[in-house]
């Protein structure tokens, strides 16, 4: 332990704490007072990721021969504007993190492209991959296990400064200091060990870390599912500030619906390594399409008690078969509350419906036969599957985020962008 320690709860109040705002509760339809700037559509993507595959092989028997293949990414396509916030949701097991970690190169993809300004980043190699690395970056789920124990701070927010022999004018302690105030922490924390901090702090020196080589694009997996609610907010409105004032792109994974429904301009919703519904996040949170995605909104409770009372919990029966062995056709169809009111239609197993846009509704596209029968058939009688809330065990609602609207940092970037 450094000789200047000072315990996490010593540390000052951290600026973008106070004032707090009231964050909306899971389920409130009502958006931030000041939103982060809209994403620019106008040009070309940032991100393209086309058909990508990444497939893990099974090995078994004695010579660990392979057996077959765990489909965790099957043909995945998306993109993702500039300034844009791409959240990915779905089921542990979907194929999240590993859509995250093909695009920044940690996985190698079986197949798909995978291009960051036009440019195919599944070509590079060696010197031009490393060199290009600093263009995208991952902020990881467990700020515990990601921060190396034994290199302080500043080495570990250094490190990749000397692989890209950053910053230009070669002032390291300068440029640490500045990466650290812009993360809202003291710059004479470079002194210390990550064991010195608490999970929120650790979380943005992670972020730190991240920004030091100047990225456009930051995938953040789960960047707050392992910290304290009370420490969540800061994370969430640290990261909307540092978009608004470095112009980031993110893909944001999580599983909290009321998160990704604050933070992003558009949802994909993910199963079993496919993506089943991609949305502007108000048209995805007013009007769900696929049957999954319906399944997966009713469970978020709504805290107006009139509304919590009429909500119909859809209740997936099943677990998320292997990604290993599939479903035919559809895979959703063997957890499919739609398939079995339609009475197992055959082509739910027969075809598999490809993600095809909505003809009434811009930029929603669905992979489902039947994208017209779900809301309306969510909304009738119950079922064995279709419980009315009140009969269905509901979980009790998480306690409310508190997110301020984003206020600039004193701390300015070194760097613009154009
Ligand atoms: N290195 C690997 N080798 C074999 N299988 C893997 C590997 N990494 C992931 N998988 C499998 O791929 C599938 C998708 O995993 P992934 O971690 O991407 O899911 P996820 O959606 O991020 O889940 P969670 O919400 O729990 O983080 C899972 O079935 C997982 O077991
Ligand atoms: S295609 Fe069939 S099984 Fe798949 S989501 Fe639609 S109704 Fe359900
Ligand atoms: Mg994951």
Known sequence: MSSGFVPATEV???????PLHRYDPPGVASLPEEPPPGPDHHGSPLLEVSDLR?????????????????RAVDDVS???????????????????????????????????????????????????????????????????????????????IGEPLDIHALPADGDRKRRIGELLELVN????????????????????????????????????????????????????????????????TYLFIAHDLAVVRHIADRVAVMYLGTLVEVAPVDALFAG?????????????????????????????????????????????????????????????????PPLDPLPTDVGH?????????GPALSAGAGSAIIDVAGDAPVPPATPPLQIRPV???TARPTWSRA
């Not at 990444?54 to 765990?70: A, L, M």
């Not at 990225?215 to 978009?243: K, T, W």
Request: proline share 9%.
């Open 78 to 156: 998306f993109t993702v504007a500039r300034g844009e916030t791409l959240g990915l949701v779905g089921e542990s097991g979907s194929g999240k993190t590993t859509t995250g970690r093909a695009i920044v190169r940690v996985n190698r993809p079986t197949g798909g492209s995978i291009r960051l300004d036009g440019e195919d980043l599944l070509a590079l190699k060696g010197a031009d991959l490393r060199k290009r690395r600093r263009r995208f970056q991952m902020v990881f789920q467990d700020p515990y296990s990601s921060l190396d124990p034994r290199q302080t701070v500043g080495e570990i």
């Open 288 to 352: 769900p399409r696929h049957p999954y995605t319906i399944a997966l909104l009713s469970a978020v409770p709504v805290p107006d008690a009139d509304r919590e009372q009429q909500r119909r919990r859809i209740i997936l029966t099943g677990d998320i078969p292997s990604p290993a062995n599939p479903p035919s056709g559809c895979r959703f169809h063997t957890r499919c509350w739609l398939y079995e009111k339609l009475g197992r239609p055959r082509e739910c197993v027969d075809r598999d």
């Open 185 to 248: 922490l003291d710059p004479r924390f470079a002194d210390r060990y990550p064991h010195e901090f608490s999970g929120g702090q650790r979380q943005r020196i992670g972020i730190a870390r991240a920004l030091a080589v100047e990225p456009e694009l930051i995938v953040c997996d789960e960047p707050i599912s392992a910290l304290d609610v009370s420490v969540q907010a800061q994370v969430i409105n640290l990261l909307e500030r540092l978009q608004r004032e470095l112009g980031l």
């Open 12 to 18: 000052p109040p951290d600026p973008d704490l106070v």
């Open 365 to 373: 596209r669905v992979a489902c036969h039947f994208p017209d029968r």
């Open 407 to 409: 206020r600039p940092s």
């Open 54 to 70: 990444v497939w893990f092989p099974i090995k078994s028997g004695v010579f660990r021969r392979q057996s077959g293949w765990i």
